[in-house]
């Protein structure tokens, strides 16, 4: 079975400053992962997604991800906040053959001016 | 090209009630999957279906089913309805492929569902 851990339920940063998001991940086989972003009251929307092409993964609106076998995790990014970029964010994994995704429990960004 | 479809956008029913849920995929997606969000459990996977087959199904009881159309567009029922069934009920739509896994699913607004 597979399972994500996203660890701050909530993170607060200034305008301007370094995002960091964290998801940790396990999965017994090759996983392909993904960061979604949803915004109050809307469904989700994909921001970048992994599958093994590359280990660096850039997404929309200057957000990127590494993933990181030995660490097993894909930490999300983006060098400088915006206000519109608070949202919640989910890290979820899904597996060869099967598209259903499990999702982290969500981290919240909030961005002060 | 129209994105994901959910109808109503807002419910409300009583304990013991049923209800279903409609999910129009974007066109050309022939797999539809639901999930479940609520504070308490967060997303939870509920079933996928391709081709009018239920192909994986989540850990929910048995008063919770779906089913997929020609059209590929969907439904899901919840019967008997409990308190803790009030959440966000999400479809996603995606291109069907063999490896399955890694095809993006795009996320309709949601189907806020309320049970007093």
């Not at chain 2, 009920?89 to 995606?94: I, N, P, T, V």
Request: overall charge positive; charged content about 15%; glycine content about 10%.
């Amino acid at each position: 079975a597979q399972s994500v851990t996203q660890l701050g339920s909530h993170v607060s940063v200034s305008e301007g400053a370094l995002v960091l998001l964290r998801c940790n991940y396990s999965s017994s086989v090759p996983p392909y992962l993904f960061w979604y972003v949803q915004y109050p009251n809307q469904g989700l929307q994909l921001l970048l997604k992994y599958t093994s092409a590359a280990t660096l993964v850039k997404g929309i609106n200057g957000f990127e991800a590494e993933f990181k076998k030995s660490e097993t995790s894909f930490h999300l990014t983006k060098p400088s906040a915006h206000m519109s970029d608070a949202a919640e964010y989910f890290c979820a994994v899904s597996i060869t053959g099967r598209r259903a995704l499990t999702f982290g429990s969500g981290t919240r960004l909030q961005v002060q001016p | 090209k129209a994105g994901v479809t959910q109808t109503p956008r807002y419910l409300i029913k009583t304990r013991g009630q049923q209800v279903t849920l409609s999910c129009s995929p974007i066109s050309g997606h022939r797999s539809v999957s639901w999930y479940q969000q609520t504070p308490g459990q967060g997303l939870q996977f509920l079933f996928e279906y391709f081709s009018e087959t239920q192909r994986n199904k989540g850990n929910f009881p048995g008063r919770f089913s779906g089913r997929q159309f020609s059209n590929s567009r969907s439904e899901m029922n919840v019967s008997t309805l409990e308190l803790g069934d009030s959440a966000l009920y999400l479809c996603a739509s995606s291109l069907f492929s063999p490896s399955g896994g890694d095809n993006e699913q795009f996320f309709g607004p949601g189907t806020r569902l309320t049970v007093l």
